[in-house]
Structure formats: structure tokens, C-alpha cells
């Protein structure tokens, strides 16, 4: 399959641009915080519970919060229905996400209590893990969960040779090399990285260049979902 075809990639995207990106924090009324995101195909929605009592009790931690990740597809996000419930891979994205989220969240503020994220898939299209990341971020600031930045997630992959920002599924399934990437984004700026995944072949190289790819494609990712805070927050009118 071809993928590249005259430097432009399938959707006519440059190498260096992303996908369509829709962001909407507060739309659930049952949750604490709630965001509804879109990046390209990619429809998750993401929902905060807490800081709140632990079930069950052996769970707590006497010195900090924990935070608990689910990730889950709904059956029909798929282009061949998915069986519900947790398998191994939502298993493992809901760890790895987890963990991507711990370092931003102040835990210690709220021992013995439960942080509890739970992000659904509507619809995949390769990247779901980053839009649930993404979404995820919102939720908990919409929660006013105490947070030292804020986490944003962004694939690269390599395609025909050439690295490419934020991969849509045929280029994730046909391309050489998938790159997951979150980073922790505090004051405007990218501190550190909290999730790197890899599938596929880079030399040492490419992995560098995927990564400063990344991180510009995750800057643009910041401001939109800082933008999506404001606008419940402060109203729209405050955004130029
Ligand atoms: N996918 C699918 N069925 C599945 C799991 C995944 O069709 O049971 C598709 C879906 O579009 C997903 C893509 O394969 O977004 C890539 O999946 P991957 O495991 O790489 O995770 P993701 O890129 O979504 O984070």
C-alpha cells in the first residue's frame, strides 16, 4: 500500500501535521471532570472521579491518593467488533497511561483517597492511547485535581522512510516503526517525557528526530487543551 504520494501523506496532511484535533472539557454532569475529545478519527471521552473515598479500603495508601486508569473500547469503535471488557491490551494502555499521569498529580495532598480516571473509546483510529491521554489531562484539571503541569500525548511514526506526526491507522498498521510519546508540559514548557512506546525498527537517529517531531507536534496539542479549560472556565471571549 502506498502511503506517501507525492510528500503528501494519505488524509493530504504534511509530515509534520496532525490530524484535526476538537477538545471539550465539562460534559458530564455525574463526573467530577469530563472531557470529550477528537483527534482525527480518534472520539474518546474521558471522566475524573475524586479525590474520593477508596473501595475497597486495603487499597488506601495512609501517605498519598492513588489514581486508578481504565482505559476501555467500546465494541463498536472498531472495525471488527471488539469484545467487551478488558483484554491484555487495555490492560497494558491502561497501566502505561497510569503511569504517564502519576508525576503530574499531587497525590500526597490527598492520602488515603482515590483519583479515578476512566477513558472510553468511541471510535479508534490508531493514536487512541494519546486522544485518551489528551482527554484524560482535561478531565482531571476540569476535576480541580492539584496538578504540577500538564500531560500531553502525540505519535510519531516512520512511513516509507519518512518520520510522520501523529499517525492515522493505515499508517500505523502498513508503516515501519510506531512511536507513542506523552510529555509533562509545565509552565508552557516540556519537562520531561512520561510515556515512550515503540514498535517497529529506528535507527538511534530517527529516534531523536521523533522525538523533537513530537514535541512540537505536543506544544500545538497543549495550547488546544488549555484553550478547552478556558473556554468552560473563563468563557470564550478571553481566547484570541
Ligand atoms: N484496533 C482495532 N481493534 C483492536 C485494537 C486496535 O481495530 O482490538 C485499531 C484501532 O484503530 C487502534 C489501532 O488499531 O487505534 C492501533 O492500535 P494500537 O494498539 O497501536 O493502539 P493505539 O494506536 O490506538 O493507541
Known amino acids: 500500500m502506498e502511503l506517501i504520494v507525492d510528500g503528501r501523506r494519505l488524509d493530504g ?21 469530563s472531557c470529550y475529545l477528537e483527534m482525527g478519527g480518534n472520539k474518546v471521552v474521558a471522566a475524573v472521579y475524586g479525590p474520593r473515598e477508596v473501595h475497597p479500603k486495603h487499597l488506601e495508601d495512609p501517605s498519598k491518593a492513588i489514581i486508578r486508569y481504565r ?7 472498531v472495525e471488527e467488533r471488539k ?4 483484554d491484555r491490551r487495555s490492560i ?27 477513558v472510553e473509546v468511541l471510535q479508534a483510529d490508531a493514536g487512541s492511547r494519546t486522544a485518551c491521554l489528551n482527554a484524560a489531562s482535561v478531565a482531571l484539571i476540569d476535576a480541580g485535581v492539584p496538578m504540577k ?31 507513542p510519546f506523552a510529555f509533562l508540559i509545565r509552565n508552557g514548557k516540556i519537562e520531561s517525557i512520561t510515556l515512550l512506546q515503540m514498535d517497529g525498527r529506528l535507527t538511534v537517529d530517527e529516534l531523536k528526530s521523533a522525538l523533537e517531531l513530537a514535541k512540537r507536534g505536543a506544544m500545538k496539542i497543549y495550547k488546544l487543551q488549555r484553550d478547552a479549560i478556558l473556554k ?5 471571549e478571553v481566547i484570541e
Open 149 to 179: 503541569g500538564i500531560v500531553t500525548s502525540v505519535a510519531v511514526a516512520k512511513v516509507e522512510g519518512f518520520l510522520v506526526l501523529d499517525p492515522m491507522k493505515d499508517e500505523d498498521y502498513y508503516g515501519e516503526a510506531d512511536v
Open 232 to 236: 468552560r472556565y473563563v468563557g470564550e
Open 92 to 118: 497494558e494502555i491502561s497501566k502505561v497511561s497510569r503511569e504517564a499521569l502519576e508525576p503530574v498529580i499531587m497525590k500526597e495532598l490527598f492520602p488515603r483517597s482515590s483519583i479515578d480516571i476512566f
Open 71 to 77: 482505559y476501555s473500547m467500546a465494541s463498536f469503535s
Open 13 to 33: 496532511r504534511g509530515f509534520d501535521e496532525l490530524r484535526p484535533i476538537k477538545i471539550e472539557a465539562g460534559i458530564l454532569n455525574r463526573a467530577d471532570g
Open 83 to 86: 469484545r467487551p471488557g478488558p
